[in-house]
């Protein structure tokens, strides 16, 4: 069993490469976004903590999390960001680990996070692969998927781990030109590598 941490900022495509390792590797995905959306579910201990940290105006009529409004709060306030990156890593962290532990059959497993290295995942990986990508790429990303305007997703980008970190700290990097082709051509050769 091999784990690999994918990580990088937000619009990079860490979904993508992550997408590619599944279909042409068989890589068993964890994806640390999707874990946190499947624990702030209504009734789960993590989203009661983060109501109790937060107030319930961030609940909507239903006890559902009204995630633009919590995302409007922490890119805008660096104190409750890192007290939701505190909730969070506890949750998410002891989730992830549990699922490794599930999946250690497989021979690879890796671990989609924007947060690896200040989350600390990045010790339960035997690599990391850091994904990067051009600023105005990254911006047009996030708009489109997250429905958000320029503004918001460079404050994104702002708060995340930047390129010249990730150059230090990562096993390899992969530069995301947006040619789905090149990125697989990429993966391949570095799995190449990994694999052995």
Known sequence: M??????GTSGVGKTTVCEILNKKFNAYIIDADEVARELSKKGNMYLQVIAEYFGQDILDSDGNLKRKELACIIYNNKEKREALNSITFKFVVEEIKRRI??????????IDAAL???????????????????????????CTRDNITEEMAKKRIAVQIQEEELLQKADYIIKNKGDIHVLEKDITILYGKISK
């Open 2 to 7: 091999k784990v690999i941490g994918v990580t």
């Open 101 to 110: 532990d599930l999946a250690k059959e497989s021979k690879l497993i890796v």
């Open 116 to 142: 690896l290295f200040e989350s600390k995942l990045n010790e339960n990986c035997d690599i990391v692969l850091g994904i990067i990508a051009d600023e105005t790429q990254k911006v047009e990303r996030i």
